[in-house]
């Protein structure tokens, strides 16, 4: 049944090709995400895999990893910590780089977001090439959470971002 959901969610996703630059075919999740049916089985699925496994805190990454990283949370009984671009959180932040395909790109998150120990949840929408979410691994490593997963919504298998997070379990609900 779960694998009859999960083709409805991935048919609920809009291709635009394109966008942002010729040549690409972006993968729309707002299509998706409007949906309320196809947003609540998406949170419901994703959540159950965690239900029992005691998370503390869900990590949302700018941006769409907000939507899904406090979805998560809320269902899960537990805390959302953002991760931003640099100079968007008001208080004391680590930050580190990641490669983008022409140049270089930051995130930050708040120095006391994270107790150590604290069992952690990363959540995006997202999982492309891996650089941004194995940056979010280097900060909450930094501050001594321990990471549970890395959860996101879709995943584009192609683009092979699962090799640069070797060191974690990774889970996508979608995957093209």
Request: aromatic share 8%; net charge positive.
């Amino acid at each position: 049944m779960e694998r009859g959901m999960i083709a409805e969610l991935k048919n609920r996703i809009r291709d635009i090709p394109d966008f942002p630059k010729k040549g690409i075919l972006f993968k729309d999740i707002t299509t998706l995400l409007s949906d309320a049916k196809s947003f609540r089985q998406a949170i419901d699925i994703l959540s159950h895999r965690y239900i029992g496994r005691h998370i503390d805190l869900v990590v949302g990454i700018e941006a769409r990893g907000f939507i899904i990283g406090a979805a998560l949370a809320y269902a899960l009984n537990a805390g959302v910590i953002l991760i931003r671009k640099p100079g968007k959180l008001p208080y004391i932040t680590h930050k580190t780089a990641y490669e983008l395909e022409y140049g270089t790109n930051e995130i930050e998150i708040h120095k006391d977001a994270i107790k150590p120990g604290q069992k952690i949840l990363i959540a995006d929408d997202l999982l492309a090439t891996g650089g941004t979410v194995h940056a979010a691994t280097r900060l909450v490593k930094e501050l001594k959470g321990e990471i549970e997963e890395l959860a996101f919504l879709v995943e584009l298998s192609f683009l092979k971002g699962r090799e640069k997070l070797k060191d974690y379990g990774v889970y996508s609900l979608i995957q093209f």
